[in-house]
């Protein structure tokens, strides 16, 4: 992103070139280049804390899938917003726009960490979620356009779009890859049809041990007599 942005401040990116354009063909290499562009100083600096924290995230916690969100995400957010038609919400006027900047990318990160942790419903994970929510949980403001909430003299400078369809390519690879990696760890002992002869036999030695805690017992025995031999088999 850096090195892009050095290569604009030397003229080698000027006007629209390495911009997503909607619909035109000379747009399509904006899907490629377009996230490594950008307008001044404060909007790569602005980019480039959270895409450090979210790929560090996304690397750190699902390194079997790292690669393929990051190339996935990047690639299918850019056609995404390409293929939005540039029309103002308000006039229904066509726009043409010129999209940079890597804030779709940072959607896709956050999204898909967000919702990963839900899907496979990892503590560990949830917990990642937990902080991403905590940290860019303002995120959700960008994907409605600026009009909605303010009265614009000119049309938002800020591709609400791109946001947009961050959240929407990050939450669908959640779904995708919520079964590769690391989930919720299931003992044997809760699945269906569950028998295990060691336990078997520590219930019956209880049982020899203690018949007094088998007549007409209340519930609440029966659930201490149950717990200290889950606490015996754990042993």
């Not at 080698?12 to 909607?22: K, R, T, V």
């Not at 916690?61 to 540039?86: D, E, M, Q, S």
């Not at 029309?87 to 896709?108: F, M, Q, R």
């Not at 990696?181 to 569950?194: A, L, Q, S, T, V």
Request: net charge negative.
């Amino acid at each position: 992103m850096w090195f892009g942005y050095f290569l604009q401040m030397h003229g080698f990116f000027d006007s629209c070139f390495g911009a997503i354009i909607p619909l035109l063909p000379e747009g399509l290499l904006g899907v490629i280049t377009s996230p490594l562009l950008h307008g001044n100083i404060d909007h790569i600096i602005s980019n480039s804390i959270p895409i450090a924290v979210l790929m560090f995230l996304l690397y750190q916690f699902y390194p079997l899938v790292a690669n393929k969100v990051f190339i996935i995400g990047w690639l299918a957010t850019g056609l995404l917003v390409w293929l939005l038609p540039p029309i103002d919400i308000l006039t229904g006027e066509y726009l043409y726009t010129c999209t940079i900047g890597a804030s779709g990318v940072v959607y896709v990160l956050a999204f898909f960490l967000f919702f990963s942790g839900i899907f496979k419903w990892n503590m560990k994970l949830l917990t990642i979620s937990l902080l991403v929510v905590l940290y860019y949980g303002s995120l959700v403001w960008g994907m409605f356009p600026e009009e909605l909430f303010y009265n614009l003299s000119e049309p938002s400078k800020i591709s609400w779009q791109a946001h947009l369809s961050g959240a929407v390519v990050g939450s669908i690879i959640a779904f995708v890859f919520k079964n590769v990696g690391e989930r919720k760890k299931k003992y044997i002992w809760e699945f269906p049809n569950y028998y295990s002869e060691k336990d078997d036999k520590l219930w019956q030695e209880y049982k020899e041990k203690h018949p007094e805690d088998f007549l007409e017992l209340p519930y609440k025995k029966r659930d201490e007599i149950w717990d200290h031999l889950e606490e015996l088999r754990k042993r």
